[in-house]
């Protein structure tokens, strides 16, 4: 593997986290879809609401763990697979690592495991790439705020004014998060959003959908 620094390292991640990184992640509204249907989020303070809870007590949380867990050793797949809430989010992260893997394979010349969880696809790509776990989970959470954003703003519909003051409070967010999840190991893991679970399942029988999950 060859050896890149800093600011390759940088424009790789810009990368592999863009909306043109052909892992299909946009099909994918974790749930978000249902609770739009069903007026829950309906304004600015409705989605930065339900992006804090991800981010601080739910999925977001747990996959951040993932990452940080898997760089640093640790056989997690079957963990993160059992975890997920739901059978959609189950074959959500499937698909989005399968993806990951196979373009990584295809166009990077670098090899990884098939049908690892998304989280532990990215963790096993910064390894091999010698790219930090914290660089790592930084863009990555960015990337998935980004995605439910971009959810919100087609769906609801927002305007895209109000995308963007939402991609701006993510700033936030996310630094008080990588504050506080320094030392977050295994026993941080879990979740307590259990709206967003509770529609992640009943998007799974919703009639009309636009989205897989």
């Known amino acids: 593997m060859k050896k890149y620094n800093q600011k390759e390292k940088l424009q790789i991640l810009q990368t592999w986290f863009s909306p043109s990184f052909p892992i299909g992640s946009y099909v994918y509204s974790h749930g978000l879809e249902t609770m739009i249907e069903d007026k829950i989020i309906k304004t600015y303070d409705d989605v930065i609401e339900y992006i804090k809870s991800i981010v601080f007590n739910g999925s977001c949380k747990n996959d951040f763990i993932f990452i940080k867990s898997s760089y640093e050793g640790l056989e997690l797949n079957d963990l993160a697979l059992a975890i997920c809430s739901s059978k959609e989010r189950k074959i959500e992260t499937l698909a989005l690592g399968n993806a990951f893997q196979k373009i990584l394979k295809d166009s990077w010349g670098c090899d990884l495991p098939k049908n690892l969880a998304y989280p532990i696809c990215i963790a096993e790509a910064g390894k091999k790439f010698k790219i930090s776990s914290s660089l790592i989970s930084m863009f990555f959470l960015q990337s998935f705020i980004s ?50 679970d509770i529609y992640s399942i009943k998007h799974e029988n919703q009639f009309s959908r636009v989205y897989s999950s």
């Open 147 to 196: 995605n439910l954003v971009n959810v919100c703003v087609k769906h609801i519909p927002l305007g895209q004014k109000i995308g963007q003051d939402c991609a701006i409070a993510s700033i936030n967010i996310i630094n008080e998060f990588l504050l506080i999840s320094r030392n977050y190991s295994l026993d941080n893991l879990g979740s307590i959003c259990f709206n967003a």
